[in-house]
Structures are given as C-alpha cells and as structure tokens.
C-alpha cells in the first residue's frame, strides 16, 4: 500500500461509524425503484450536513453533487443505488420490501465516501472532478406501477440510470465506478471479485384475455386465458433448444395473478418477464420468437394477447483496463489473494449499468459481505466492514488511480474506449425504439385471425 493509499484508509477510517449507522438505518427503510423517499430525504440531509451542494432529479428519487478538485481533468461517477425489493415472506420486511440484493450498502459506501473526501488531503494530487450520485430503480420490477408512471409523464424509461441518464445526470461524465455487495462465503476468503459483465433485458408484459363463464355450467361459452398463458409458457419452453449459448438467453415468465374465482373461467391472465440476452441484436431476435409463441398460444384457445415490451437494461461490457486497474486497487487493499476478477465471465442477470457502459468506460465490481440468497428471504448483511467501509476504500483508491498524475490512466482508458452511442442522448432514443404495445391477435366477424406481434 502507498502513503496515499494509507491516506485514504485513514481518511474512511476516520467516518466509519458514519457508515456503519447509515447502511442499519438505509436497511430498515426500505422502498422499491422511484418510491425510495425515505433513502433519498435521509441521504440529502447526512450529504448536506458534510457541506455538499446537491442537485436533486425532483420528481423521483436520486440526486449528485461535483466534487472538484481545482484542476482541468476527466470526471468520474461513484454510484449508490437505492431502490428494495418486495420480499414479504422476508423476516426483516417492512412494509413487505427487504433491500434483499443489498442496495443499501452501495448508499451507506457512497455516503462514506463523501464523508472521506471531506477529509483533510483528501483530494490532494487528483484532477478533474469526482461526481457522486445516488440512482433508483436498478430492480427492474413493479412493471405496471412504472408503466403508470410512464403515462402520468413522470419517467420516460423503467430503469433509474438511463432515466437519470435522459435527465442529463451523465452529461460531462468521463468514466463511471460503482461496487455492489455480493454473498461469497467466508470460507472463500474473497473480499472482492467481478465478472466481464452482464446480460441486458427486455421487460415484457403479456395479458392474455379470455372470457369469463361458470365453470362448471357453461364452460362452452367460456375462453380460458389461464390455459392460453399456459400453451404460451409450453410454446416458450419448447423455444429453448432454439437458444444459442452465446447469446445467454433468459426468459422466465411469473403469472402476476389472476383475478377470478375457482367457479369462473379466468378471462385474463398477466404474465411478465425479462427477455434477457447478451447483447441487444439477441435480445431482439430471440423476443420476436416469444411474442409469435404467445401470439399463436393465444390463437389456439380463441383468446387474445395484449403485449407490452419496453426497455429494459443494456448489456453492461466491463472496461477491461478499468477491470484491471481497479482489481489492481482491491488486491493493495486487502491483498491480491483475496481478490478473484474472472475476466472470462458473465452474469446472466442485468444490471442498468449496463447503459452507463454503453457510453462511457465502467466497471461495477463485488465486495463481499452479504449471506444467503440474493433476492431470496434468507438475505443478510454480515461483513459491514468488507461491504461497505473496504468498498469505499477501494472506490476511493480506483478514483485515485484514476485522477492522480494529471489523470493520465483515466485519459488513455477513454480515449481506448469506443462508445457503443456517440452521446447518452443517442442511447435514450435507440433504446426507446423498443417499446410496443400491441393486440397480438385480431379476429375478424368470421372468426379469422390476424397476427401482429413485432414493431422491429
Ligand atoms: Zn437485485
Ligand atoms: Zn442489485
């Protein structure tokens, strides 16, 4: 470790309790994505009491502040997500949300590292300036609640950052950082590790439509939507030997539930799921495939199906320079032996990093500290220090490495780095191009059907 690492260390020891309070306090408030009030009023308030100016997105959660060092240079983005999930069987629920995939402690880290960088000599040989953000929304959930957003004009996309993004959070940002905790075993002895990247998504809503009549009595003059959405899920699993490996395809269809009684044909059944994929061009042949086997399910009962897709997360392509230096910082903070960056592996989750990668260099690395499941109920927090205070000791060294020297590392990882979209702008609209709502099947007064189920 150098003296300025030894410096930092210092600086994040100095306000670690700070730390530790806020990831219990951020734990016991949680909230899902663009509700997450509570998080931001509580983060607003520690981040003006350190002396930061910030500026707030309004009318859903998520703020930043610029950090400047007082020299021309790149700027850096340090992210904090904030958003829980709805987990209601999970013992610690409140309100039936658990932050069960450990949002919170990206926040607690972020606010750890605004406290450091108010230390003395905190900023001392960097350039250019460090932005801290919190996000809201990564989960990419609650599609009708979104979807009712979307149409009170309130967001324009489902996913935090690249709503934020259209926002013109990103505007002037050079390169972006961001640490999620992860649930290696302590028997691992793995402090921190990270992947080549992650699958990006599709979000899909499928409301099949039926007819209701008594189940027992006229079931004849009923359509059962439920069995529809059933043939639709057959039709979907029979598609999957069609999945080629490379694409990394994920679709996993959940019923949202039926509104009906067990004496009622159901006439409607909404599914919703992820079209998940590594890159955008697989994400959308392979959705093209789904929406023609729900459109033909739905034809074979009689019924209909109404699609909604809209975008999700881009695919998120870790900068491998950037990977490497920041595995580089992890391995002078907690040794090289306690550090796994496998620069051959990818996440089939999503992330809406992903659309931060799109168009700047990135690298969301995993601090490890959290047990049990992620997403799951059995989800726990228990490394405070590895999760949070070593996280932002190794943000703070990256952003070091990054800045110091007249950001000369920074410098030539963006001018290496070619943008998938010349502009965050150029992103939104791509990105937008994606949404379709349409009545996949039509009939006529005959009987005859017509299929419409693509806009791409
Ligand atoms: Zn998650
Ligand atoms: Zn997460």
């Known amino acids: 470790m150098t003296n300025r690492q030894q410096q930092i260390v210092n600086n994040v020891d100095a306000i670690k309790q700070l730390i530790y309070d806020s990831e219990r306090w951020l734990w016991a408030h949680p909230q899902t994505g663009f509700t997450e009030w509570d998080a931001n009023t509580y983060l607003t308030e520690q981040f003006e009491a350190l002396g930061y100016t910030l500026t707030q997105a309004g009318n859903v959660p998520g703020f930043y502040t610029d950090i400047d060092t007082g020299k021309p240079g790149p700027t850096l983005v340090i992210m904090g997500e904030l958003d829980a999930l709805d987990i209601a069987n999970h013992p610690e629920s409140v309100n039936g949300m658990t932050h069960c995939c450990g949002h919170h402690a990206q926040a607690a880290a972020l606010l750890g590292i605004a406290a450091a960088l108010k230390q003395p000599g905190a900023l001392d040989g960097m350039c250019g300036k460090i932005r801290l953000m919190t996000v809201p929304a990564e989960e990419m959930i609650q599609l009708g609640f979104r979807e009712q957003l979307r149409k009170d004009g309130i967001i324009t996309f489902f996913a935090g950052k690249i709503e934020?993004?259209?926002?013109?959070?990103?505007?002037?940002?050079?390169?972006?950082?961001?640490?999620?905790?992860?649930n290696t075993a302590p028997e691992a002895n793995i402090d921190f590790s990270c992947t080549a990247g992650n699958n990006g998504c599709i979000m899909k809503t499928l409301k099949f439509k039926g007819r209701?009549?008594?189940?027992g009595g006229y079931p004849h003059l009923g359509i059962n939507a439920q069995y529809a959405a059933m043939l639709g899920m057959q039709a979907a699993n029979n598609l999957?030997?069609?999945?080629?490996?490379?694409?990394?395809?994920?679709f996993h269809p959940v019923a949202m539930g039926v509104n009906c009684a067990v004496n009622i044909i159901p006439d409607e059944l909404v599914l919703e799921s992820h079209v998940r994929a590594k890159t955008l061009a697989a994400i959308e042949f392979e959705n093209k495939k789904l929406n023609r086997a729900m459109a033909g399910a739905a034809l074979s009962?009689?019924?209909?199906?109404?699609?909604?897709?809209?975008?999700?997360?881009?695919?998120?392509?870790?900068?491998?320079?950037?990977?490497?230096?920041?595995e580089d910082c992890c391995g002078d903070l907690v040794g090289a032996d306690r550090v796994s960056f496998d620069y051959n592996a990818w996440m089939s989750g999503t992330t809406d990093f992903g659309d931060v990668t799109q168009i700047m260099p990135g690298v969301q690395f995993f601090a490890s500290g959290e047990a049990g499941i992620v997403h799951g109920i059995?989800?726990?927090?228990?490394?405070?220090?590895?999760?949070?205070?070593?996280?932002?000791?190794?943000?703070l060294f990256v952003a070091d490495a990054l800045l110091s020297n007249d950001g000369a590392t920074a410098k030539e990882i963006i001018a290496n780095?070619?943008?998938?979209?010349?502009?965050?702008q150029a992103l939104v609209e791509t990105v937008d191009r994606l949404i379709m709502d349409k009545d996949a099947v039509i009939y006529d007064a005959d009987g005859n059907a017509t299929i419409d189920f693509q806009n791409l």
Do not use: W
Request: glycine share 6%; hydrophobic share 40%; aromatic share 8%.
């Open 164 to 182: 934020l993004m259209k926002r013109g959070f990103f505007d002037g940002v050079d390169i972006a950082v961001m640490v999620h905790g992860n």
């Open 212 to 215: 209701s009549a008594h189940a």
């Open 240 to 250: 999957r030997e069609t999945f080629q490996e490379k694409d990394i395809i994920r």
């Open 301 to 326: 009962m009689g019924a209909g199906v109404e699609i909604s897709d809209r975008p999700g997360h881009s695919p998120a392509f870790h900068d491998p320079t950037l990977m490497k230096l920041a």
């Open 378 to 395: 059995d989800f726990q927090v228990i490394d405070v220090e590895k999760l949070c205070v070593n996280s932002a000791k190794a943000q």
């Open 417 to 424: 780095y070619k943008p998938a979209y010349p502009s965050p």
